[in-house]
């Protein structure tokens, strides 16, 4: 099986051309012509956030949204913070608790609003398809409609990849997201816990917060062959984000406990695809 030499793709999930006697995905090919230039995309970034005065963090009380947030008030001293989780009706709890007890840490009001995703889940695992773009794309609005509300103008996101060649862009309603990890190694975001009161809970694949996420890469995998995650992650190696041996193991199929899948399947209630 032909692998691209510079991301994480193989012949499963790109398609990839001999280039000058190397395999090289056909988005590895654009991106040697249209390199992202990391550090224009984190100058950007710093300009960007010297204007920001109040801010909603998107805080699902996973690993990226708790370093988004430990920048956002230790780093760039925004004087008006609130953490927003919105909790989709399958949070893992030990990402309420890390949530909780890192907001407490930090001294930012934390807000949870409860939302029931059923509907998403349900469909992406019957479907064997990933529920992530769906889940993330309410998520967003329901996050832009409380910043509306509550008069806020940004909402950070915990988002290692940048919009292109931006760290941000614009919603509407003059609602500015703001992805304050955009080019930030795995290294450095790591880094960084290790100073804050975060637990590593035990949950198969790459998720820190999601129940539903083990379960539907391992049907994704049962019936595609490979993980959703693969354009992500080659992404993640082709920017020097993540090492290509990480990458590998977070592109694995999950090994999913038995009683995770048959609650998350029985709260669905499809547990006829057990």
């Not at 956002?72 to 909790?87: H, R």
Request: proline fraction near 4%; glycine fraction near 4%; charge should be positive.
């Amino acid at each position: 099986m032909l692998k691209c030499s510079l991301c994480a793709h193989d012949e499963r999930t790109a398609k990839i051309d001999i280039i000058d006697g190397k395999p090289l995905c056909r988005e590895c090919q654009v991106y040697l012509k249209h390199p992202v230039d990391r550090e224009k995309i984190r100058a950007e970034l710093e300009e960007l956030m010297r204007d920001v005065e109040r801010a909603i963090v998107a805080y699902s009380g996973g690993k990226d949204s708790v370093v988004a947030l430990y920048l956002a008030k230790e780093a760039y001293n925004i004087p008006e913070l609130e953490a927003v989780m919105v909790d989709h009706g399958l949070m893992a709890k030990e990402a309420i608790e890390n949530a909780e007890r890192i907001s407490r840490a930090l001294d930012v009001p934390f807000t949870i609003l409860q939302y029931d995703y059923s509907d998403i889940f349900r469909e992406a695992l019957i479907k064997a398809q990933s529920p992530c773009r769906a889940c993330s794309r309410r998520t967003m609005e329901e996050l832009r409609k409380f910043a509306l509300r509550k008069g806020y103008k940004h909402i950070i996101t915990g988002h290692e990849l940048p919009f292109g060649h931006h760290p941000y862009r614009l919603m509407s309603g003059e609602i500015t997201q703001i992805r304050l990890l955009s080019m930030m190694t795995e290294r450095e975001r790591l880094d960084i816990l290790k100073k804050l009161p975060f637990e590593f809970p035990e949950l198969p694949g790459y998720t820190t917060n999601c129940l539903v996420l083990g379960p539907a890469l391992e049907r994704y995998w049962e019936v595609h062959g490979h993980s959703f995650e693969q354009r992500r992650i080659a992404a993640l190696v082709r920017y020097g984000l993540m090492d290509r041996e990480r990458a590998e193991i977070m592109l694995s199929k999950p090994n999913v406990h038995k009683r995770q899948r048959e609650w998350v399947f029985k709260k669905l209630g499809i547990q006829s695809l057990l």
